[in-house]
């Protein structure tokens, strides 16, 4: 078995190294030149939704400290930064009325990166949902997700004539199923059949989203969605487990593939939804509108997960009940092995299995890996942080990627989570995710080791070694 340790492997001069963010992670200034609160601002004020109460008021403060944070990135040589637009600063309550000082800012951060060489990949919608469209029913509602083609073309006029790669939604699986079924996300529901029909108004904005941004945007701009599917493998060889993950594939990540990669929902998650929902949220036509043609499908992947059917025993075993509508009947556990602070198993074979996985469904779909990384927290001592765990995990994950490119997967970069430590949602700042060291106290961003590493990698293309750090 290979341990995925292979430095030395080389990318293409056109494969694309990045660092990725999200709005509401990193921006604060959350009342500032007109922006008013999303439904994270509502989640994370309310008591005991957070780890600690931590907000997002201020973060990182990425807001005021862009330029120098773009003069970081472009020290790094990295070649894209993707970020996400805050909906509540460029379209402060859903609809209507448009914050100029809003997309000005967004218009200096992108202008700040072409001039840096950096290519802007910007997300529309990293989550955070103006409030009073959650007052008015949220991404339940179809109206939302026209809301969201209208923030996308507003945003698109004033931006499309420099993004290079619009990434319409992120993740929708986690808006959908953690916002809506469990709760542990905002808005903090825990109502299965609204989840399933978030999921459907989520693809559908995205569909909506990439007609009204091809209207406005320079024809060279790509267009993509990022997804955040799952590695699953069944618990066992019985066949009950092997349906057992062929039902979590179908409502983890078939119901999002399957509208906006093919136009269908797959017949298996209807199947196991029925429980629930009869899908008559799905109006004549919404799923040719899903599927647009994109030019890149994004991926934010982390750790595999195992399935078995059956009831989670108790509270402290390593089985436990999926989060997904439909599969309530399905328990999920993750292996012995090394693990990061989110106690997320490192499995670098379940990246190339996926990106394989993929292929082999969609033949010769281009892949950007949006997102992936680790949280560590190792000290800070004397201006420096040696994170050798990141450097191990980052050196694998991309071994994980070049295989599957040597496997003939067209993957056209990767994008590591995150260029800095933030606010991890439910997680507060307990999550340190950053290949750059954030003091919040202070806002003194300090690189990681494993920034100097990647930055090497970034120069010269070449996996390199775990100490190659000069
Ligand atoms: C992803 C999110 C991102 C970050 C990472 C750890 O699902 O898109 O914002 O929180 O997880």
Same mark, same amino acid.
């Given at each position: 078995m290979?341990?995925?340790?292979e430095?030395?492997r080389?990318?293409?001069?056109?494969?694309?190294f990045?660092s990725?963010?999200?709005?509401?992670?990193v921006?604060?200034?959350?009342?500032?030149?007109? #922006?008013?609160?999303?439904i994270?601002d509502?989640f994370s004020?309310t008591?005991? #939704?957070?780890?600690n109460g931590? *907000?997002?008021d201020?973060?990182?403060?990425q807001?005021? #400290?862009?330029e120098?944070?773009?003069?970081?990135?472009? !020290?790094?040589?990295?070649?894209?930064?993707?970020?996400?637009?805050a909906?509540p600063?460029?379209i402060?309550?859903? /609809?209507?009325a448009?914050n100029?000082?809003?997309?000005?800012?967004?218009?200096?951060l992108?202008?700040?990166?072409?001039?840096?060489?950096?290519?802007?990949?910007?997300?529309?919608?990293?989550?955070d949902?103006?409030?009073p469209?959650e007052?008015?029913?949220?991404?339940?509602?179809?109206?939302?997700?026209?809301?969201f083609a209208?923030?996308?073309g507003?945003v698109g006029a004033?931006l499309?004539d420099?993004?290079? @790669?619009?990434i319409?939604?992120?993740? &929708?699986?986690c808006?959908?199923?953690l916002g809506?079924a469990?709760?542990i996300?905002a808005?903090?529901? *825990?109502?299965?059949?609204?989840?399933?029909?978030?999921?459907?108004?989520?693809n559908?904005?995205?569909?909506?989203?990439?007609?009204?941004?091809r209207?406005?945007?320079?024809?060279?701009?790509?267009?993509?969605?990022?997804?955040?599917?799952?590695t699953v493998?069944?618990?066992?060889?019985?066949p009950a487990?092997?349906?057992?993950?062929?039902?979590a594939r179908?409502i983890?990540?078939?119901? $999002? /593939?399957g509208?906006q990669?093919?136009?269908?929902?797959?017949?298996l998650?209807?199947?196991? *939804?029925?429980k629930?929902?009869?899908? !008559?949220?799905?109006?004549?036509g919404d799923?040719? *509108?899903?599927h647009q043609?994109i030019?890149?499908?994004?991926?934010?992947?982390?750790?595999?997960?195992?399935?078995?059917?059956?009831?989670? &025993?108790?509270?402290?075993?390593?089985?436990q009940? /999926?989060?997904s509508?439909?599969?309530?009947?399905?328990?999920?556990?993750s292996r012995?092995?090394?693990r @990061?602070d989110?106690?997320?198993l490192v499995?670098p074979?379940?990246?190339?299995e996926?990106?394989?996985?993929?292929?082999?469904?969609?033949?010769g779909? &281009?892949i950007?890996?949006?997102?992936?990384?680790?949280?560590?927290?190792?000290p800070?001592?004397?201006?420096?942080v040696h994170?050798?765990?990141?450097?191990? $995990?980052?050196q694998r994950?991309?071994t994980?990627v070049h295989?599957?490119?040597?496997?003939?997967v067209n993957?056209?970069?990767?994008?590591?989570? !995150?260029?800095?430590?933030?606010?991890?949602?439910?997680?507060g700042y307990s999550?340190?995710?950053?290949?750059?060291h954030?003091d919040?106290?202070t806002?003194?961003?300090?690189?990681?080791?494993s920034?100097?590493?990647?930055?090497r990698?970034?120069?010269?293309?070449?996996?390199?070694?775990?100490d190659?750090?000069a």
């Amino acid at each position: 078995m290979t341990d995925y340790r292979e430095p030395g492997r080389r990318f293409g001069d056109d494969f694309v190294f990045g660092s990725a963010t999200a709005s509401y992670q990193v921006e604060g200034a959350v009342a500032e030149d007109g #922006r008013l609160p999303s439904i994270w601002d509502t989640f994370s004020h309310t008591p005991g #939704r957070t780890m600690n109460g931590e *907000t997002g008021d201020v973060a990182c403060d990425q807001y005021h #400290r862009w330029e120098s944070d773009l003069d970081l990135i472009a !020290s790094y040589g990295l070649d894209a930064y993707r970020f996400s637009i805050a909906w509540p600063r460029v379209i402060p309550t859903g /609809t209507g009325a448009v914050n100029q000082a809003g997309l000005d800012h967004y218009s200096r951060l992108v202008d700040g990166l072409l001039e840096r060489g950096i290519k802007p990949i910007a997300t529309l919608y990293h989550w955070d949902l103006p409030q009073p469209l959650e007052d008015a029913g949220g991404w339940p509602e179809r109206a939302t997700a026209e809301a969201f083609a209208t923030y996308a073309g507003v945003v698109g006029a004033a931006l499309g004539d420099r993004v290079d @790669t619009w990434i319409t939604l992120n993740a &929708p699986l986690c808006a959908a199923y953690l916002g809506y079924a469990i709760g542990i996300h905002a808005p903090g529901r *825990t109502d299965p059949v609204a989840a399933l029909r978030a999921v459907h108004h989520l693809n559908l904005g995205h569909g909506l989203a990439v007609q009204a941004l091809r209207s406005v945007v320079s024809p060279a701009a790509k267009m993509s969605v990022t997804n955040n599917l799952s590695t699953v493998r069944p618990g066992s060889d019985d066949p009950a487990d092997l349906h057992a993950a062929e039902k979590a594939r179908a409502i983890a990540n078939g119901v $999002f /593939t399957g509208p906006q990669l093919r136009g269908e929902y797959p017949e298996l998650a209807i199947q196991v *939804t029925a429980k629930h929902t009869d899908w !008559s949220f799905v109006a004549d036509g919404d799923l040719a *509108t899903i599927h647009q043609p994109i030019d890149v499908f994004g991926l934010n992947w982390y750790t595999p997960v195992w399935v078995r059917q059956g009831e989670a &025993p108790d509270p402290a075993s390593p089985w436990q009940p /999926t989060v997904s509508p439909g599969n309530e009947d399905l328990i999920t556990e993750s292996r012995d092995g090394l693990r @990061t602070d989110m106690d997320w198993l490192v499995d670098p074979s379940g990246l190339e299995e996926l990106l394989i996985d993929l292929d082999r469904e969609f033949p010769g779909l &281009p892949i950007l890996v949006t997102e992936n990384g680790c949280a560590y927290d190792d000290p800070l001592v004397d201006g420096r942080v040696h994170d050798t765990r990141r450097i191990d $995990f980052l050196q694998r994950h991309v071994t994980a990627v070049h295989r599957a490119m040597d496997a003939g997967v067209n993957v056209t970069g990767y994008l590591v989570w !995150s260029l800095m430590d933030n606010f991890e949602w439910a997680e507060g700042y307990s999550q340190r995710f950053g290949i750059t060291h954030v003091d919040y106290e202070t806002q003194v961003r300090t690189p990681r080791d494993s920034a100097l590493w990647y930055a090497r990698l970034a120069r010269t293309h070449q996996i390199p070694e775990v100490d190659d750090i000069a």
